[in-house]
């Protein structure tokens, strides 16, 4: 009787505890908002066990009676997550919730004492990890990776002698790095990447059962400095297989890894590096190395040969390594030397043996021919020499290795014909030849017998010398994606049956005629133009946009032809009617005595003229296409200063407010929608009526219901959504290189820049991501931070979004000081400019060895009170596409912010060197008060504002190149020694590129005179 009656009480209490669980069930589905697959459809309390546990439920196990796992992997579940309605889980050992959408805190997972496997990765939660999780003493493993975490990481894991993995990348978690991990016991997989971990590794990490036990240590994308071990060296790893320790700001030698025997992967790549290459890392050791990640470092000296036998993947590219190509690599698989400043034959590479598959050498110093050997790379599948100076004919044995798939031999001073074999490849599927001088007609024809590669996805034979016409055997290629055949001298037809498949195409600069075939209509002007003037193009229907509103460039190249010749002549006619008129307004006014009308007259008649003359630049900047990826001498002007002058004249005449601000208003823009319902149902091109100076008309645009772009924002503080944005009102402030700045303005009444970016300018979707996401992460209070961007899924659909700055540039109060418009700028306020402007470039250049690229005095705001300075659009040049680098440089030469060694560069790029030289013009301009493309005087030579004041340097005149207007009242003939030394630096920063300072040395003496 007494055990019947032990068994009812038992059964009782396994029943209530059961209820107990599903009831708790029940309360956390309440949270879950979406569930796209019907997976908790099962939820239903009539398919409860006997014992009352619902282990038929989705993603439930039970274990007498009781709830031990819970999982939704992958179920793309959206909601708050609810850790408090389940804290009656008391026997829950499994928690997996990875890849859904889940949001809230954890504060409660503390909770579940008995719980062994934690994973919440890739979800949304956020806040802080509570302490309590290292309470959790039988976790075996932890993954919180690619949530919203923020704040200190606990520490004392050690407490936790069961843990063996904890992976916590991709969150904001902060902290001493050498603390956490000497406290987290004996775990194998730790992974604390994508942080904002702080210190440097020291010995402090020599906690022995860390040390003996841990395998994978994966610390990259923190923000850790410092040198490496630098006490005691490397600790005794005796297990660790794979050390990654990339994207930080480690500086010092690389440390020994003799005694790490277990070493698979190192990764120290994107630090501060020194010293020479380690190497013992490449000599056959009792080392396990196979891979060896050592690029974008400060390493010098040779690369000795490789002897190992285990390494399979070596990359050392951009450091600065020198003499010749390594004569043996070993095992190698893959090698990166790329980016440094290698010398000596390539010939070398033919003693690296059949066992290499990818070859990269682009940009560095090497000479000599390819091989026409057959044996070699059997197993090749990459091979890039590209930027190098490679001379002879290109063999027709390169054809003919079997796996090759990629091909890049561009910028190099490769001659003759391109080889057949080529094309007849069965596994390439990228050929980059552009900027050679190969010759004759394209061997497609040769080819008629044998079978084309099928694979070829990108073809670019751009800048080099070929003729003949454009074989039609290129419809053959059904994969071709990319295929661009410009600046050549290839004439005849445009073949008809172009793959479809084709999102990029370029054969301007040609002299190809005839009708443009109807599959290739889609594709912009600046695809068939400059050059080809015989082509046609259809006016079809099917011509026109997919943009509302938008008219067709296609549908009207030819009326763009006629166009130009018109203008050109009403130019000439109007001109010569200005004149004859304004002769005829003089004689009148010798004859009669009616100076006031005459003069009044005369000046309506310029003033018309003036308008005509605007106009006419305005259009043919319209029509003006943009540049083609990369340079070529002959695209730059032929001496510094002659070409600045022109394209000084050219701005400011057709623009007036050109680019003179970052928020210089170009109108009020009252009623001007949102830049992205401009952007998705619009022109992208502002027409001249948005953007008149007086009279901006309102652009009666819908936004659109549901945007199909993403938007990314980097600040929590700051959160919208695509949709808010596009219904922000519009008001045009600004108009660059780059495209056009809105001041949109949001519900909540936050007020944001909006960097609308010309089509073509942007870079591709992953590379344009990673990099503006970096950008992103640049804080400084002299620099306006991109907050954002928004990528759309049409060409021309690109935002930057940062807070809006409620202030003038520099540019303007140059203009308008010597207009009169406003009250100049006092010595201390221009120090402070100075100084404030250095001492971010100073930031950029050596805390994130990054140029701005693109400094003038439009892109210095000076904010209203305070008079601080605000550097903006810094580093574009990392998001642009070549061609985009390539208009911001010449924007940059027309403006006089140009060094003179670009002119001598196939492809200038921006540089720490020619910001320091862009600096000592703005610094010259604080100084004189006049802009920098200023035509200052008429003397021979001497063409702006540079040229100027070296001129009075050479005459010992330096006081006339001071603005006057910055002297004490009563005493105009003294200028301050702090002038003077401003002066002398500005003019030491605008010397030729070796002989510059640093921006170090420029903001430390800088710091002297400012105080």
């Known amino acids: 009787m007494h055990v019947t009656c032990l068994i009812i009480c038992l059964f009782l209490v396994v029943n209530v505890l059961g209820q107990s669980d599903f009831a708790a069930l029940l309360k956390l589905k309440k949270g879950?908002?979406?569930?796209?697959?019907?997976?908790?459809?099962?939820?239903?309390?009539?398919?409860?066990?006997?014992?009352?546990?619902?282990?038929?439920?989705?993603?439930?196990?039970?274990?007498?009676?009781?709830?031990?796992?819970?999982?939704?992997?992958?179920?793309?579940?959206?909601?708050?997550?609810?850790?408090?309605?389940?804290?009656?889980?008391?026997?829950?050992?499994?928690?997996?919730?990875?890849?859904?959408?889940?949001?809230?805190?954890?504060?409660?997972?503390?909770?579940?004492?008995?719980?062994?496997?934690?994973?919440?990765?890739?979800?949304?939660?956020?806040?802080?990890?509570?302490d309590l999780l290292i309470g959790l003493v039988h976790l075996v493993s932890l993954n919180l990776s690619s949530n919203q975490f923020d704040g200190a990481f606990p520490t004392g894991f050690s407490k936790l002698e069961e843990l063996k993995y904890v992976d916590v990348h991709g969150n904001g978690f902060s902290g001493d790095i050498t603390r956490l991990l000497s406290r987290m016991g004996s775990v194998e997989y730790v992974d604390l990447s994508s942080n904002r971990f702080t210190g440097s590794m020291d010995a402090g990490v020599g906690n022995p059962s860390f040390v003996l036990s841990i395998r994978y240590l994966n610390i990259s994308h923190n923000l850790l400095n410092g040198v490496l071990f630098p006490h005691d060296g490397m600790p005794y790893f005796d297990s660790l297989e794979v050390f990654d320790a990339s994207n930080n700001e480690f500086v010092g030698t690389i440390p020994a890894f003799n005694f790490v025997v277990s070493l698979q992967t190192l990764r120290l790549g994107r630090n501060k590096l020194s010293g020479s290459l380690p190497e013992a890392l490449l000599r056959e050791s009792s080392m396990l190395l196979t891979e060896l990640d050592l690029s974008l470092n400060e390493l010098q000296g040779p690369v000795g040969s490789i002897t190992s036998t285990t390494l399979k993947k070596l990359n050392i590219s951009s450091n600065k390594l020198t003499g010749s190509l390594p004569a043996t690599v070993g095992s190698c698989a893959v090698i990166d030397l790329s980016n440094n400043m290698l010398s000596g034959n390539l010939s070398r590479i033919q003693s690296w043996g059949n066992h290499v598959k990818v070859i990269q050498l682009s940009s560095?110093?090497?000479?000599?021919?390819?091989?026409?050997?057959?044996?070699?790379?059997?197993?090749?599948?990459?091979?890039?020499?590209?930027?190098?100076?490679?001379?002879?004919?290109?063999?027709?044995?390169?054809?003919?290795?079997?796996?090759?798939?990629?091909?890049?031999?561009?910028?190099?001073?490769?001659?003759?014909?391109?080889?057949?074999?080529?094309?007849?490849?069965?596994?390439?599927?990228?050929?980059?030849?552009?900027?050679?001088?190969?010759?004759?007609?394209?061997?497609?024809?040769?080819?008629?017998?044998?079978?084309?590669?099928?694979?070829?996805?990108?073809?670019?034979?751009?800048?080099?010398s070929l003729t003949g016409h454009l074989p039609s055997e290129l419809s053959t290629f059904h994969s071709l994606v990319h295929l661009n055949l410009s600046r050549n001298y290839f004439d005849g037809i445009i073949p008809g049956n172009l793959p479809n498949s084709l999102n990029g195409f370029d054969v301007s600069f040609n002299n190809l005629s005839g009708e443009v075939p109807e599959n290739l209509m889609r594709f912009s002007d600046s695809a068939f133009h400059p050059g080809n003037s015989l082509l046609i193009f259809p006016s079809s229907p099917s011509n026109s946009r997919d943009f509302p509103g938008l008219p067709s460039t296609m549908h009207q190249s030819r009326i763009k032809t006629i166009l130009r010749i018109v203008l050109i002549a009403g130019l000439i006619i109007v001109a010569a009617l200005v004149v004859l008129f304004c002769i005829i307004l003089y004689y009148r006014a010798q004859r009669l005595d009616r100076s006031t009308s005459t003069n009044d007259g005369k000046k309506g008649a310029l003033e018309e003229a003036s308008s005509v003359i605007r106009q006419s630049e305005t259009n043919k900047k319209k029509t003006t296409s943009t540049p083609p990826s990369g340079f070529r001498q002959d695209l730059l002007p032929r001496t510094h200063r002659g070409d600045d002058h022109v394209g000084s004249n050219v701005w400011s005449v057709s623009d007036k407010a050109r680019d003179v601000g970052y928020h210089e208003s170009l109108g009020k823009g009252e009623g001007i929608p949102s830049p992205m319902s401009l952007m998705s149902s619009s022109n992208p091109s502002p027409t001249k009526s948005q953007l008149h100076l007086d009279t901006p008309q309102a652009l009666n645009v819908r936004s659109p219901d549901k945007l199909a772009g993403d938007l990314h924002l980097f600040d929590g503080s700051l959160t919208f959504t695509a949709e808010e944005l596009s219904r922000a009102p519009g008001e045009i402030v600004g108009k660059s290189c780059h495209g056009?700045?809105?001041?949109?303005?949001?519900?909540?009444?936050?007020?944001?820049?909006?960097?609308?970016?010309?089509?073509?300018?942007?870079?591709?979707?992953?590379?344009?991501?990673?990099?503006?996401?970096?950008?992103?992460?640049?804080?400084?209070?002299?620099?306006?931070?991109?907050?954002?961007?928004?990528?759309?899924?049409?060409?021309?659909?690109?935002?930057?979004?940062?807070?809006?700055?409620?202030?003038?540039?520099?540019?303007?109060?140059?203009?308008?000081?010597?207009?009169?418009?406003?009250?100049?700028?006092?010595?201390?306020?221009?120090?402070?400019?100075?100084?404030?402007?250095?001492?971010?470039?100073?930031?950029?250049?050596?805390?994130?060895?990054?140029?701005?690229?693109?400094?003038?005095?439009?892109?210095?705001?000076?904010?209203?009170?305070?008079?601080?300075?605000?550097?903006?659009?810094?580093?574009?040049?990392?998001?642009?596409?070549p061609a985009g680098t390539a208009e911001q440089v010449l924007n940059a030469g027309a403006l006089g912010y140009r060094p003179p060694e670009f002119a001598s560069s196939s492809k200038p790029c921006p540089s720490l060197n020619s910001d320091v030289y862009a600096y000592g013009v703005i610094l010259l301009e604080l100084i004189t008060g006049r802009s920098s493309g200023e035509i200052v005087c008429g003397i021979p030579g001497v063409v702006d504002l540079t040229d100027w004041v070296r001129y009075l340097a050479r005459e010992n005149r330096f006081d006339e190149c001071i603005d006057r207007t910055i002297l004490d009242l009563d005493d105009k003939e003294k200028v301050p020694k702090k002038l003077e030394d401003m002066l002398e630096m500005a003019l030491r920063c605008t010397l030729p590129a070796a002989e510059r300072p640093d921006m170090k040395t420029v903001y430390e003496e800088l710091s002297v005179i400012v105080q």
């Open 364 to 464: 560095n110093s090497l000479t000599g021919t390819l091989s026409n050997n057959s044996s070699e790379f059997l197993r090749l599948a990459l091979l890039n020499v590209s930027n190098n100076s490679l001379e002879g004919v290109l063999p027709a044995v390169l054809g003919t290795y079997p796996e090759l798939e990629v091909i890049d031999l561009s910028y190099n001073r490769l001659n003759g014909p391109i080889p057949s074999t080529l094309f007849q490849s069965l596994k390439l599927t990228d050929l980059n030849l552009s900027g050679n001088n190969f010759t004759g007609p394209m061997p497609l024809y040769e080819s008629i017998n044998s079978t084309l590669s099928s694979s070829l996805k990108s073809l670019d034979l751009s800048r080099n």
């Open 32 to 130: 879950i908002v979406q569930d796209p697959s019907g997976l908790l459809d099962s939820w239903d309390s009539s398919s409860l066990g006997s014992n009352g546990c619902p282990s038929n439920w989705f993603g439930i196990v039970c274990a007498d009676g009781r709830v031990i796992s819970l999982a939704f992997d992958n179920a793309g579940l959206v909601g708050d997550f609810s850790f408090a309605a389940i804290t009656g889980l008391s026997l829950l050992r499994n928690l997996s919730l990875s890849n859904n959408q889940f949001t809230g805190t954890i504060v409660k997972v503390g909770m579940f004492k008995s719980l062994e496997f934690l994973d919440l990765s890739h979800n949304r939660f956020s806040g802080s990890v509570p």
């Open 740 to 881: 056009t700045l809105y001041k949109a303005t949001l519900d909540s009444g936050h007020v944001l820049a909006v960097k609308w970016l010309r089509e073509g300018m942007a870079k591709g979707k992953k590379e344009f991501a990673r990099e503006v996401k970096k950008l992103g992460s640049i804080k400084h209070p002299n620099l306006v931070s991109i907050n954002g961007y928004y990528w759309g899924p049409r060409d021309h659909e690109k935002l930057l979004i940062s807070t809006f700055i409620n202030a003038q540039s520099l540019a303007f109060y140059l203009q308008e000081m010597e207009r009169g418009g406003v009250l100049p700028l006092s010595l201390p306020t221009r120090l402070k400019v100075a100084s404030e402007i250095a001492q971010c470039l100073n930031y950029l250049h050596n805390e994130k060895a990054i140029p701005h690229g693109n400094l003038k005095s439009s892109n210095v705001l000076l904010e209203v009170w305070t008079m601080n300075a605000r550097l903006t659009d810094y580093s574009l040049h990392r998001i642009l596409t």
